[in-house]
């Protein structure tokens, strides 16, 4: 892996850590959603804008490909704020961006044809044991709400997997520009929520008047994390750029354990260690 896909996707990390630190506190939904995207929308419009002037190979298949990320996406965002709103941000997201790595590289190997070797098999084996164990052990299957984050993270991180893998064939493949793809994918979402946020204009209102700062702080990092991302996949397979993003998981479960007051740091952190491990194990492969 170079060291300038390596920059990029750790930058990104830090990103995403930070805004779903942001999400998390807020605790609010659909009109969320809205709202950040519509933050978004206007302050990457004149990068977005100018990319678009540029590319001259538009065809309906980019717009199909370009629906497709933004329905994956969509559904991506409504199901964060859900497993926000019942469970742990340090028990949701570490199981959320662990799983993701694991089902995109599965992704990667059948649909992409990149190779697996042996090291990376064993990297998301334990991955796989540590968000288990992360997140209870055999507790997890007992109920409460343990089972309740695992479940949740689980079903996000299937959605991370489906959209890594979905976006990377678009900007590798179908060569769509990565800023262009995020920025069509929050404008068709801004659309998309409209009603839904005009029966909620009290609650977006709110959510814009006493947390101005959190909105904008996502509508800022969200999508500059994707880019990131995005642009390093041009040039470094998804086996290795999905598994790395996977360090915010340390800065996710110190968040929920410091910031958020979610308690059991020492553990949580010592099986987030070793879901590092496999990350490391799959990056270095």
């Known amino acids: 892996?170079?060291?300038?896909?390596?920059?990029?996707?750790?930058?990104?990390?830090?990103?995403?850590?930070t805004w779903n630190l942001f999400v998390k506190r807020l605790n609010a939904g659909a009109e969320l959603v809205w709202l950040f995207s519509l933050v978004s929308v206007v302050i990457y419009a004149p990068l977005g804008l100018w990319i678009a002037a540029g590319w001259a190979t538009f065809a309906?298949?980019?717009?199909?490909?370009?629906?497709?990320?933004?329905?994956?996406?969509?559904?991506?965002?409504?199901?964060?704020?859900?497993?926000?709103?019942?469970?742990?941000?340090?028990?949701?997201?570490?199981?959320?961006?662990?799983?993701?790595?694991?089902?995109?590289?599965?992704?990667?190997?059948?649909?992409?044809?990149?190779?697996?070797?042996?090291?990376?098999?064993?990297?998301?084996?334990?991955?796989?044991?540590?968000?288990?164990?992360?997140?209870?052990?055999?507790?997890?299957?007992?109920?409460g709400a343990g089972a309740t984050s695992l479940l949740f993270g689980m079903a996000t991180g299937a959605l991370i997997g489906a959209y890594t893998v979905w976006d990377a064939y678009a900007v590798t493949a179908i060569l769509i520009?990565?800023?262009?793809?995020?920025?069509?994918?929050?404008?068709?979402?801004?659309?998309?929520?409209?009603?839904?946020?005009?029966?909620?204009?009290?609650?977006?209102?709110?959510?814009?008047?006493?947390?101005?700062?959190?909105?904008?702080?996502?509508?800022?990092?969200?999508?500059?994390?994707?880019?990131?991302?995005?642009?390093?996949?041009?040039?470094?397979?998804v086996v290795y750029v999905a598994p790395l993003r996977e360090v915010s998981v340390l800065l996710s479960v110190l968040a929920g354990s410091l910031i958020l007051g979610e308690g059991d740091l020492r553990r949580r952190l010592s099986w987030a260690a070793v879901i590092l491990c496999g990350v490391i194990l799959l990056a270095s492969a």
């Open 1 to 17: 892996m170079s060291l300038a896909g390596f920059l990029l996707v750790l930058s990104a990390a830090i990103c995403h850590a």
């Open 60 to 143: 309906l298949t980019d717009l199909w490909f370009i629906a497709g990320s933004t329905m994956l996406h969509l559904a991506y965002f409504l199901l964060l704020q859900k497993a926000y709103s019942v469970g742990d941000l340090s028990v949701v997201y570490p199981t959320a961006r662990a799983t993701g790595p694991v089902l995109s590289g599965s992704f990667a190997v059948l649909v992409l044809g990149e190779a697996l070797s042996p090291q990376m098999a064993v990297g998301a084996g334990i991955i796989v044991f540590g968000v288990f164990m992360l997140t209870g052990g055999r507790r997890s299957f007992s109920g």
């Open 177 to 237: 520009p990565p800023l262009l793809l995020e920025y069509a994918s929050n404008l068709s979402r801004l659309v998309l929520l409209t009603p839904v946020a005009w029966l909620r204009r009290a609650r977006v209102a709110r959510l814009w008047r006493e947390e101005r700062l959190g909105v904008m702080v996502i509508a800022v990092l969200s999508p500059l994390a994707y880019i990131l991302v995005l642009i390093a996949m041009r040039f470094t397979p």
